[in-house]
């Protein structure tokens, strides 16, 4: 997807939200240094003018927005040796769903539907994203559970026949947190036909093998990455193991992907 003027002020406050929590990551590190001497924690305005200039300078039009977000976080990297700066946030966000898992999935068996059920609730997970700005984590999951049901489009039978029908299912996760929901819909999925796929690499929120892991998805089914850091899926930036998978799966559930 091409960007528009309006992904620009969205890339920039990601930006800005990049650098707030690198430098908040410097700041509660222990000193290496044997004399206890502090580490200087890096400036965030200066951090910040240069998060600024690279996205001045890159040609924006040969760009998505997830190429862009990989390309600020891959920078910031270099210049505060933070890899992973929403690391304690998506622990928390995996935490917070999986105190609420037994209920949602006492949700999906009771209902009369379960694979519909869980769907919703796999869908509705989406909304556990800490890269839109204002993000209330609470908030968001008490909608989760209590969401109405009403979708925009309801391809259910269409998505039986094509479960039925796979030889083998791609399911590509999104974010940290929302894995959870998607682990209700995997065990809806007949799992020996199901691989999953999360990023190569730590970037923004987005879910890496260590959130498969703790959500449980690497006990019911096989896990890879995509090979890269881009929130989402580029084909040239992916891994030859993960683009195979991915032309010949028969069915790909796809989350978010920026």
Do not use: W
Not at 170 to 192: C, F, K, M, S
């Amino acid at each position: 997807m091409k960007l528009e003027a309006q992904c620009i002020p969205c890339l920039v406050r990601q930006a800005y939200d990049l650098v707030s929590k690198s430098v908040e990551a410097i700041a509660q590190e222990p000193s290496p240094q044997e004399d206890d001497l502090e580490l200087p924690v890096p400036d965030p305005f200066h951090l910040m003018t240069d998060m600024l200039e690279l996205i001045a300078h890159l040609p924006l039009e040969q760009y998505t927005a997830p190429e862009v977000a990989a390309e600020i976080q891959h920078q910031l990297t270099q210049a505060t040796g933070v890899q992973d700066p929403y690391q304690e946030d998506k622990k928390r966000m995996n935490e917070m769903m999986l105190n609420l898992l037994p209920h949602m999935r006492q949700v999906v068996q009771e209902d009369t539907d379960p694979l519909r059920r869980a769907v919703l609730l796999a869908a509705r997970g989406n909304l556990v994203d800490l890269a839109p700005g204002g993000y209330d984590p609470e908030a968001i999951i008490q909608e989760l559970t209590d969401g109405e049901d009403h979708v925009c489009t309801d391809d259910m039978d269409v998505l039986r026949k094509a479960i039925g029908y796979a030889g083998n299912i791609l399911y590509l996760h999104d974010n940290a947190g929302e894995i959870v929901a998607d682990r209700l819909l995997i065990e809806q999925l007949p799992t020996e036909k199901v691989i999953s796929v999360v990023r190569g690499a730590p970037v923004i929120n987005d879910a890496t093998m260590e959130d498969a892991e703790a959500a449980g998805i690497t006990d019911l089914v096989n896990t890879i990455t995509t090979g890269s850091a881009i929130p989402g899926i580029s084909v040239p930036d992916s891994s030859l193991a993960f683009v195979r998978e991915f032309v010949t799966s028969d069915l790909v559930i796809a989350k978010g992907q920026g």
